[in-house]
Nanobody, 126 residues
Framework: QVQLVESGGGLVQDGDSLRLSCTTS????????MGWFRQAPGKKREFVAAISWAFSPTNFADSVKGRFTISRDNAKNTVHLQMSSLKPEDTAVYYC???????????????????WGQGTQVTVSS
């Protein structure tokens, strides 16, 4: 069993930066792809970014490419989502997810991930 806890959300202004963190418990972190998804009010949850258990490759949604980066620290069982040049349309609840896989390429679909955090709110004001 893997438990995930997100932190770092908050209220920021258009153009600001924010770093989300996700700390996991359990012994399987190093074998898991780690992903970030988000859900805005009235919308479906969507993929944001993912990082392989092999540290590379990473995947990003087109809407965040060039603005967000993802990294992981296996010694601390933690994955980070660094968000820059934030826009009001980035406002959402951000979820961390973990999924074990033998593939090196991290998935971009919700079905690729077995474990989910409770989410952290990110609000970007204009």
């Amino acid at each position: 069993q893997v438990q995930l806890v997100e932190s770092g959300g908050g209220l920021v202004q258009d153009g600001d930066s924010l770093r989300l963190s996700c700390t996991t418990s359990g012994r399987t972190f190093s074998r898991c792809h780690m992903g970030w998804f988000r859900q805005a009010p009235g919308k479906k949850r969507e993929f944001v970014a993912a990082i392989s258990w092999a540290f590379s490759p990473t995947n990003f949604a087109d809407s965040v490419k060039g603005r967000f980066t993802i990294s992981r620290d296996n010694a601390k069982n933690t994955v980070h989502l660094q968000m820059s040049s934030l826009k009001p349309e980035d406002t959402a609840v951000y979820y961390c997810a973990a999924g074990e896989s033998l593939r090196v390429e991290p998935g971009i679909n919700e079905d690729d991930y077995m474990y989910w955090g409770q989410g952290t709110q990110v609000t970007v004001s204009s």
